[in-house]
């Protein structure tokens, strides 16, 4: 048997002679095939491992039931720590993302070695509260390091591609490499060597069926296939079973988008092909596009997640314009509700002007909300607001915005969130706002869909699955919002048309609005935003759409003043 190399190691790094010996007649040996589970979540922990070289991958299942990727193991790295010192059972299931070799200590073994030589213990406690802070932070070690960029098409110059995308991550003060197929005779040590002496390695090829793409494949921590809008993927557009990156979704594709070609394929056709989790864009000769792929590589995306509330989601506007005027450049928006309309303006890419001239005319200028009717279903026909999504977002698709976006609905007859990440924007948006009692609810596939709010109004953990980087939330729901005057002694519906006539809306559409934002206590959400922002909105309320400047200037405020005093800054 080898020695173990233990330079890399640093639960070994100062251990004395003696204790490596021993550690080396005990260590049991592992090499890992791509795809192969190490242990999975609720497994006894017997075992401590520690990775010699590849890359792992700890997985949790998420809300939906899926794998959800909560960190990578590098060379050098312990693994089941944790569980084997507390005697749980693993909290997480690891994976090899690739070919990976590993040695362990069983857990009679270990617990000999650190009583015998305590600065063995030593040495890990400062391990673990490494790992422990860094999490804490976000940083790097828990993104992926190993970047495979395929293409799709030999027109798309792929190194071409990759050298500008390096360009904006040297930018960010970060080392990468660019590895080719002339590259592809070097050996193991090699690759590891360049891994090791770099934050990021990029490796690149074109589409097809060789052996240089295969290992591009199986190396990489995370895949991005470049494809163009003026052509048609093949499918399936990657060959099978030959990564566990595509078995785990840990797939992107990058749509290039050249200047004066007309698109002959839809973005949701590339990412079917690539059977991909994201959709990125590149537009050709666009440095906002390259700077966001850089961040997004080196996991200082910045995400922007908007809640629910009524006409106080104006707010929403002013935080926009502050954070804006700070230098934040967003690079994946989501919201719920109202929030989710106005992060649908800026993932159009508009300007601070635009975005209040299309709410404006949207909902200041008439109010959308007061066709009234006998209530069957809802207290309005929906008519107006539907003719007001169509004249100001058409009929644009989720996946053709500028930058990544999500909004949510409430499935009633299924009791879950969905999450609309493609199709239409302007019908995921009519379900994001059904607001139960005032909207009439949106029916698709025999399942009755209504504001997100209900169930998330700030899904900032949705979020959070999306990118590796921070997350700045606005939240207008905590604060009251409902006038209790209105409540005591009611007057009849006639008397109430009689005093305020057709167009102001009763007390009873305040009260199932906030019945539906209002926040709920525990969600299974773990997450919360890096930076939360919570205007001070006084007496506006949820109806009260005239509301306008007082609730963007509200936000704006708030804004100013929580970027002054917080300690985050990213």
Known sequence: MLPPDFANIPFLRNADKTALREVTRNAIWYSIPGGTPLFTEGDVADFMWFVRSGSLGAFRRDSFGQNELIGHIRAGEPVGEMALISGDTHSASVYALRDSELFALDKATFNRLVRKYPDLMQGLARTILFRSKQNRRKA??????????????????????????????????????????????????????????????????????????????????????????????????????????????????????????????????????????????????????????????????????????????????????????????????????????IAACAAMGWDDREIESHIWDAFVASNPLNDYMLPVVAMTSGKKVETRLKEHFGDVLIEDLIRPYFCVSSNLTEAKVRVHRTGILRQALRASIALPGILPPVVEDDCVFVDGAVLNNFPVEIMASLHRGPNIGVDVSRQHALNAAEFKNPPSFFEWIFKKGHHSPPPIAELLMRTATAPLAPLKNTHKSDITIVPDLGDIELRDWKAFDRAVEAGYKATVEKLKNSEESF
């Open 140 to 341: 790097a070690l828990n993104n992926p390091k190993v970047f495979s960029f395929i293409s799709a098409s030999p027109t798309i110059e792929i190194e071409t591609r990759a050298r500008e995308i390096v360009k904006a991550i040297r930018s960010l003060g970060k080392s990468v490499a660019i590895i080719d197929e002339q590259n592809e005779a070097k050996d193991a040590s090699w690759f590891d060597e360049i891994e090791r002496t770099n934050d990021f390695v990029i490796l690149t090829s074109q589409l097809g069926e060789s052996t240089w793409e295969q290992t591009c494949l199986r190396q990489a921590d995370r895949i991005w296939i470049f494809g163009r809008t003026d052509a048609k993927p093949s499918y399936p557009l990657l060959p099978q079973n030959i990564s566990p990156v595509q078995e785990f979704k840990l797939v992107d594709v990058v749509l290039v988008k050249k200047v004066g070609r007309n698109p002959i394929s839809s973005a949701k056709e590339w990412l079917n092909a690539a059977n991909a989790t994201r959709l990125l864009t590149l537009r050709e000769g666009n440095e906002s596009d390259l700077k966001s792929l850089a961040r997004i590589i080196v996991g200082t995306s910045i995400g922007l997640v908007l809640s629910g509330g009524g006409a106080r989601a104006y707010a929403h506007i002013g935080a926009i314009r502050a954070l804006r005027e700070a230098g934040y450049d967003f690079d994946f928006y989501g919201g719920t509700s109202m929030g989710g309309v």
